[in-house]
């Protein structure tokens, strides 16, 4: 079956610490892979996308997500938060000949200050 | 641009009711998608067209029809609104395909009583 899933549905953190929220797809064919972010009473922006080459890809904020197809996972990765970073972020999982972008549950990051 | 407007940005029905959520875009994008948020589920695929005329199904789709006859306008309609809709509804569009960059909306905020 192919799914996504993320694991942790709410991450509190400090503020410049770093921080990685996960996330992992089950499937049988090749995937591509993105991170959306949505803040507070807002729609939902792309933060950075994988779908070819190399695998680890970075976002204009410092946030960085790495393939590991081995693991099926797609964890994001932040070495210094900042309170902007509260939001929820979701993973997406687009399975191949499959048109559909498929959404993970989500995961709420709060920063303390 | 204006980029991918909804109206409305709130609405209360009471069951058995219909109505349409409006969605438009002005960036000449091919695709065009509706989502369904609702607490701890992430956002789920109702209904998608891959261009004008061309509409298929979601995750989602009971109870929402779509049609899409221009490339700026994609409505949703809720044919005998139940509680079980109410959520926040996001329409999202991107130039050709899921793996593009999805640009949402700023949402619906639908109560079903």
């Known amino acids: 079956a192919q799914s996504v899933t993320q694991l942790d549905s709410q991450v509190p953190v400090f503020e410049e610490a770093p921080v990685e929220l996960r996330c992992n797809y089950s499937s049988s064919v090749s995937v591509y892979l993105f991170w959306y972010v949505q803040y507070p009473n807002q729609g939902l922006q792309l933060l950075l996308k994988y779908l070819s080459g190399s695998t680890l890809v970075e976002s204009i904020n410092g946030f960085e997500a790495e393939f590991n197809k081995s693991q099926t996972s797609f964890h994001l990765r932040k070495p210094s938060v900042h309170i902007s970073d509260t939001a929820e972020y979701f993973c997406a999982v687009r399975f191949f000949g499959n048109e559909k972008l498929t959404f993970g549950t989500g995961t709420r990051l709060t920063i303390i200050p | ?113």
């Open chain 2, 1 to 113: 641009n204006a980029g991918v407007t909804q109206t409305p940005k709130f609405q209360v029905l009471k069951t058995g009711q219909s109505m349409t959520l409006q969605c438009a875009q002005d960036m000449n994008h091919e695709y065009m998608s509706w989502y369904r948020q609702d607490p701890g589920m992430g956002l789920r695929l109702i209904h998608y067209s891959v261009g004008a005329g061309i509409t298929d199904q979601g995750e989602v789709p009971n109870g929402y029809n779509v049609s899409r006859s221009t490339t700026e306008d994609f409505p949703l309609r809720l044919l005998s609104a139940a509680p079980s809709q109410t959520s926040v509804y996001f329409c999202a569009s991107s130039i050709s395909g899921s793996t593009d960059t999805q640009y949402f909306g700023p949402g619906t905020r639908l109560t079903v009583l």
